[in-house]
């Protein structure tokens, strides 16, 4: 997990005043090995990067926040009680879950308007993921879908 937390603040630093060569981090973790290159794209490449950095933070934003409820559920099993007993404990993490639940009302609103006017198909799956792993899988795994459609749907006009 710390590991997971020094490439953030890794990326962070990296980032700070390139336009260039955003960064270039080596994940540990999940990735072990894995290496991402993040480079300024011109206005045609801009959509596959993207793609990319959307899926990366989908993928991202199921694992790290599992590494947390897990070892609730090992302890607690599937105790609704004391899930919202522990996420209302204090006023900060009660901040935190009434704007995760607020955020997952918008994101079902976005899923749906959006997906719908772009002709994509299975949006409960996005919701799924907001109810499964929450807002920080649901929303970049639908906007890596939105990205692949709009791609196509670029490609297809253009013919």
């Not at 935190?96 to 002709?119: A, H, M, N, P, T």
């Not at 799956?125 to 890596?144: I, R």
Request: with cysteine.
């Amino acid at each position: 997990m710390r590991a997971a937390l020094d490439l953030v603040e890794q990326t962070i630093l990296a980032l700070k005043g390139r336009e260039e060569l955003c960064a270039r981090a080596i994940l540990s973790a999940p990735f072990q090995g894995a290496a991402i290159f993040v480079i300024n794209p011109g206005a045609d490449q801009e959509g596959k990067y993207m793609q990319w950095l959307y899926l990366i933070a989908a993928i991202l934003g199921t694992i790290l926040p599992l590494c947390f409820f897990v070892p609730f559920l090992l302890a607690n099993g599937l105790d609704i009680s004391a899930f919202l007993r522990q996420l209302f404990q204090n006023q900060v993490s009660s901040a935190f879950g009434v704007d995760v639940f607020i955020s997952s009302i918008v994101l079902w609103l976005f899923v749906f308007s959006e997906g719908k006017r772009r002709g994509m198909k299975n949006l409960w799956a996005y919701v799924l993921c907001n109810l499964l792993f929450g807002v920080s899988s649901g929303l970049p795994f639908f906007l890596y879908f939105r990205e692949r459609t709009m791609k196509d749907l670029s490609h297809s006009t253009a013919l």
